[in-house]
């Protein structure tokens, strides 16, 4: 639990989510730079699934230098934007509000009155990049702030260099989330999907071209195999059927978080799920394919 960088475990005992075993004093006295960080452009995002609320940082209210913050009882439909920031090696290891320990390596935050904890996808305003965390602790406490992110959520949103940036925070359902992320084979399409791809068996195109630039060499990450810096997408089947690639892609706009796209080519018709940004973003769209019964996704340019 922060204040602006500042320990407040003193003046919030009743939340009893502060590093107590350390006399409520950080090793550090500034917040910084971890001095050899890992990669964490690949840092998956948090997954949402259901939990109980933690047994501190959720009273109905609390009172911070005077001001009085109103815990919400429910996530439910919250959304918000405001300024993100950031904390780092000062708060490492010491406990968060919920009384689990900050690892600034996953993908978590603070949030001064969603419920803890709650899962949340936090989309920077200002480059379109979006991450899902796990929010289980309290914070930012200045007036200007609406959350303070891990140091591996601030890095995949590019915003450790600035500090700071423009976002947007949209609480997760984990119910519907884990409803539409079920693996699920819709009636509609049961005639011609093939079981162990997800691809109509009649409509495949995985030719030699496709199939190298899914695999790529030895090693190598799909993201970035194609070069000039082109936006990339991860088509998921090609069909000769305008009516089934339509079906297809408001299926898997109910179960993917990103966008669907169809792209006709000659007779064929392309669904696609994108752009793919990185490498960590390109993980988590072939988790949700894979956990709608699609398991052999590959990587396209944006103009294929």
């Not at 079920?182 to 995985?206: E, F, H, L, Y």
């Not at 339509?246 to 299926?251: D, S, W």
Request: net charge neutral; aromatic share 6%; with cysteine.
């Amino acid at each position: 639990m922060r204040v602006g960088g500042v320990l407040v475990c003193a003046l919030m005992l009743l939340m009893a989510g502060c590093a107590s075993d350390r006399g409520g004093r950080y090793a550090q006295q500034n917040d910084a730079y971890p001095d050899a960080p890992p990669d964490v452009s690949q840092v998956p995002d948090a997954v949402p699934k259901v939990e109980p609320l933690a047994e501190s940082g959720n009273r109905a209210t609390y009172e911070v230098w005077g001001e009085t913050y109103h815990v919400l009882s429910d996530a439910s439909g919250y959304e918000a934007e405001g300024k993100a920031s950031w904390y780092g090696t000062k708060f490492q290891g010491y406990d968060t509000a919920s009384g689990e320990p900050y690892d600034m390596y996953k993908m978590s935050a603070a949030h001064r009155t969603l419920p803890l904890p709650t899962y949340a996808r936090v989309t920077n305003l200002d480059n379109g990049r979006d991450v899902i965390v796990r929010i289980n602790d309290r914070g930012p406490f200045h007036g200007d702030r609406l959350i303070d992110l891990s140091y591996a959520a601030a890095a995949r949103l590019k915003i450790l260099k600035a500090g700071t940036g423009h976002v947007r925070v949209e609480a997760i359902d984990p119910r519907q989330w884990a409803e539409q992320h079920k693996r699920t084979m819709s009636s509609t399409a049961k005639g011609d999907m093939v079981a162990s791809s997800g691809v109509p068996a009649q409509d495949t195109i995985q030719n030699a071209d496709n199939k190298a630039s899914f695999a790529g060499a030895p090693g190598q990450d799909p993201v970035t195999e194609r070069q000039g810096g082109m936006q990339q997408y991860v088509q998921v089947a090609a069909l000769s059927s305008a009516a089934r690639a339509k079906a297809l892609e408001m299926r898997l706009q109910a179960q993917v978080s990103r966008p669907v796209r169809i792209r006709r080519k000659a007779s064929l018709y392309r669904v696609q799920v994108g752009p793919v940004r990185d490498t960590s973003q390109l993980d988590s769209i072939k988790a949700e394919l894979q956990a709608a019964g699609f398991d052999q996704p590959f990587v396209v340019s944006a103009t294929e």
